[in-house]
C-alpha cells in the first residue's frame, strides 16, 4: 500500500520483492514525502489502520508484523 501526497492509499500487488521495491522507488523518487506499508499474505490489514502512522514516516516503509528479516 502507498500513500501519496494526497493522502489517498494505493494499494498493489506484487508477485516479486524486486517488484515491489521497484515500484516504491518510482513513487518516493516521484514524491519523496510518499509512505508505504509492506504485508506479506492474504488478509492484509485495512488502509484506515494505517492513516495516523503512515504520515509520521513519510519517506518509510512500514512493515506489518508479519514481515521479518531472515537470514539465509
Known amino acids: 500500500m502507498f500513500l501519496g501526497p494526497d493522502h489517498g492509499w494505493e494499494v ?5 520483492l ?3 521495491v521497484s515500484k ?3 513513487l518516493h523518487t516521484e514524491n519523496p514525502n ?3 506499508v509492506f504485508h506479506i499474505g492474504f488478509d ?3 488502509s484506515r489502520y494505517f492513516d495516523e502512522i503512515a504520515p509520521a514516516n513519510n519517506g518509510n516503509v512500514i ?3 508479519i514481515c521479518k528479516i531472515r537470514d539465509a
Open 44 to 46: 492484509r490489514p485495512k
Open 18 to 20: 524486486e517488484d515491489a
Open 24 to 26: 516504491w522507488t518510482a
Open 12 to 16: 498493489t500487488v506484487h508477485r516479486t
Open 34 to 36: 510518499s509512505s508505504a
Open 63 to 65: 512493515l506489518t508484523g
